[in-house]
Nanobody, 123 residues
Framework: VQLVESGGGLVQAGGSLRLSCAAS????????MGWFRQAPGKEREFVAA????????SYADSVKGRFTISRDNAKNTVYLQLNSLKPEDTAVYYC?????????????????WGQGTQVTVSS
């Protein structure tokens, strides 16, 4: 199983980024997918999740209305659109795959994790 994130970088506050996560080695179209992030000195936290067909999404309150999760099952890829970025969004962002088909919030329900991509937002 591989999850490979890309699209991170340095952006000014108010800017946008689009993260991608390319999946392989499992049946992507059956898996609920999620994004988490970890800032320096902090625990990993939930950002967003999407169900197997994309019909259900869930967001952390801190990103609701600014971030959008989506997926393309034909491409085995899940995306996270980050808009109106704030300095407090600075973190390593991780993609994760669940053995469940729904949008899962708890990190304990995810079986596979990517290596992460750094997002840095300057003020």
């Amino acid at each position: 199983v591989q999850l490979v994130e890309s699209g991170g970088g340095l952006v000014q506050a108010g800017g946008s980024l689009r993260l991608s996560c390319a999946a392989s080695g499992f049946t992507f179209s059956n898996a609920g997918m999620g994004w988490f992030r970890q800032a320096p000195g902090k625990e990993r936290e939930f950002v967003a999740a999407i169900s197997w067909r994309g019909g259900t999404t869930s967001y952390a309150d801190s990103v609701k209305g600014r971030f959008t999760i989506s997926r393309d099952n034909a491409k085995n890829t899940v995306y996270l659109q980050l808009n109106s970025l704030k300095p407090e969004d600075t973190a390593v962002y991780y993609c994760a795959a669940s053995g469940l088909d729904r949008a899962v919030v708890s990190s304990m329900r995810y079986d596979y994790w990517g290596q992460g991509t750094q997002v840095t937002v300057s003020s």
